[in-house]
């Protein structure tokens, strides 16, 4: 799909996604490490606890189906050969702090001069222009800034915020989304162009219905309430967080009740079902599903109906209360931990999974395909992550054509 185009990939841990999402597409991208490997390489969770780089589970993860070259791109030498790679590719993805590149004469101007055709693609906290752009800038940061943090969590604790920098990767995937389009306006134009993506801005373009979007609607803030998470209007006119996660037998369910006409023949299914397992439905017996909604509920009826339902999701295993949902049509579903999602019939169905083999493990591990399917082309995981400056030899000899008392010079002095 993308196969025609070569990548220079320059980011830190925090958007390599980017450019494995264009490799997963079929773009060559060529990791650039630092000579002795990349930084990210040393942080993370290790194949078997063992602390090597070349057993980094993270690095596996997001570097799947790269090249890697190492260069010291502040050495004079080093912005020399890359300078001569940029000649050869067309996209340069990087995440360092904005104005860091154009100190070393490898900015987006100066490259535009060596081939008026590169992408840079720059994945950056808060963008390379505004009074935040020098800001430091950590997932926990831009993910509070963009006001998803203050959501998360009980109203009577500080906010919380899920382990893994999702954030981050939000961004780098609108970056790799951003690059694809400027691959398209080139071919049109024939001219590159600088692709600034901002984390913060990712992070309130995913929330921004849930969250601004009732503030600039309705002057209203979203607040922490712990598994209620659907604001919903009282007869009386105040806020009522319906829950969206609920506990069950087994473990934990999504559900989102729609409490409105049109899902009258789904709900009466739910209330007969609450009524098979000798629960009393209370004033649910005479309420009109096919008429009213939240809006004509008292408070008090509100929460009644939370009792009833709590009460009656603990009767019931996640599997059981799946098949109900899909028998009335209504939106639930399972809370799935790791194990069930690796046995999932659905991804199994679609061959999600594939086994990707590590000579130098002596085994095979499981990783996750590609997200889409397409029937003109392949988009997943093809080879496994490259070790430190594995395509040395390939890139700077066959290639650039650098003889061998060079290359050993070249490492000797720590420029690769």
Not at 50 to 59: A, Q, R, S
Not at 82 to 91: E, G, I, P, Q, S
Not at 142 to 163: I, K, Q, S
Not at 378 to 386: D, E, K, N, T, V
Request: glycine share 10%; net charge neutral.
């Amino acid at each position: 799909m993308l196969s025609c185009y070569r990548i220079l990939d320059l980011t830190d841990d925090k958007a390599y996604i980017c450019g494995r999402a264009l490799s997963d597409f079929g773009a060559e991208v060529i990791k650039i490490e630092k000579p002795g490997g990349d930084p990210g390489r040393f942080k993370g969770t290790f194949y078997k606890d063992v602390k090597d780089p070349e057993k980094n589970l993270t690095w596996f993860a997001f570097n799947a189906n790269k090249k890697s070259i190492t260069l010291d791109i502040e050495s004079s030498r080093g912005q020399e050969i890359f300078k001569k790679l940029v000649k050869t590719a067309d996209v340069v993805l990087e995440s360092f702090a904005p104005g860091y590149l154009d100190k070393l004469g490898l900015g987006y101007k100066a490259l535009n001069k060596i081939n008026a055709k590169i992408i840079m693609t720059s994945i950056t906290g808060f963008g390379q222009e505004g009074p935040y752009r020098d800001y430091k800038a950590p997932d926990i940061v831009v993910r509070a800034l963009g006001g998803l943090a203050y959501t998360c969590g009980y109203e009577d604790r500080p906010p919380l915020v899920p382990g893994y920098q999702h954030t981050y990767s939000i961004g780098a995937m609108y970056a790799a989304a951003g690059t694809m389009i400027a691959l398209c306006h080139r071919a049109l134009t024939g001219r590159g162009q600088h692709v600034d993506a901002s984390t913060q801005q990712a992070g309130v373009i995913v929330c921004s219905a849930e969250i601004e979007g009732p503030y600039a609607l309705f002057q209203y803030i979203v607040t922490r309430h712990g598994r209620s998470r659907t604001p919903v209007t009282l007869k009386d006119g105040t806020m009522f967080y319906n829950p969206l996660l609920w506990e069950c037998k087994d473990g934990d369910i999504a559900f989102n009740l729609l409490l409105n006409p049109t899902a009258a023949k789904t709900n009466l299914g739910m209330a007969e079902g609450v009524k098979k397992d000798g629960i009393d439905i209370g004033f649910l017996e005479t309420w009109e599903w096919d008429k009213k909604s939240w809006q004509d509920m008292t408070r008090a009826e509100a929460e009644d109906l939370v009792s009833i339902l709590s009460k009656f999701f603990l009767n019931h295993t996640k599997a059981e209360l799946l098949e109900l949902a899909i028998k009335n049509r209504f939106q639930l579903g399972p809370c799935n931990n790791a194990a069930d999602v690796l046995q999932h019939p659905q991804l199994k169905a679609r061959d999600f999974w594939k086994e990707v083999e590590h000579p130098e493990l002596g085994t095979s591990l499981k990783y996750p395909g590609g997200p889409v399917m397409m029937t003109g082309g392949y988009c997943g995981i093809r080879h496994r992550a490259p070790f430190i400056g594995e395509h040395n030899e390939a890139v700077y000899q066959q290639e650039l054509g650098i003889p061998d008392k060079e290359i050993r010079a070249l490492k000797e002095s720590g420029v690769i």
